[in-house]
């Protein structure tokens, strides 16, 4: 049985970091690109940042600069660290395991920035 388990999130204040995780089950992690998507409250899901297998990064532009996607392989485990949170960053983050026609996702974890 596959699992993305996610864990962080929380609420934080404007200019504040968190950091997120997704540790995988079920599957050889190394052979997937991962992915953290987010969701604001009556908007569409959006991608947010992702890596690949051989660790190429790409981001959105309002998180270029601010947010990191790792992972480790060993642990099989993908992190999303944010920096200098801003109120719209907040959403319910998703990350996500995709290989061919394999498409996983974890539970969703809330974050919410505010003062």
């Known amino acids: 049985q596959v699992q993305l388990v996610q864990s962080g999130g929380g609420l934080v204040q404007p200019g504040g970091s968190l950091r997120l995780s997704c540790a995988a089950s079920?599957?050889?992690?190394?052979?997937?690109?991962m992915a953290w998507y987010r969701q604001a409250p009556g908007k569409q899901r959006e991608l947010v940042a992702s890596?690949?297998?051989?660790?190429?990064?790409n981001y959105v532009d309002p998180v270029k600069g601010r947010f990191t996607i790792s992972r480790d392989n060993a642990q099989n485990t993908v992190y999303l660290q944010m920096n200098s949170l801003k109120p719209e960053d907040t959403a319910v983050y998703y990350c996500?395991?995709?290989?061919?026609?394999?498409?996983?996702w974890g539970q969703g974890t809330q974050v919410t920035v505010s003062s």
């Open positions: 890596i690949t297998t051989g660790s190429t990064t």
């Open positions: 079920g599957i050889v992690f190394s052979d997937y690109h």
């Open positions: 996500r395991a995709t290989k061919y026609v394999f498409d996983y």
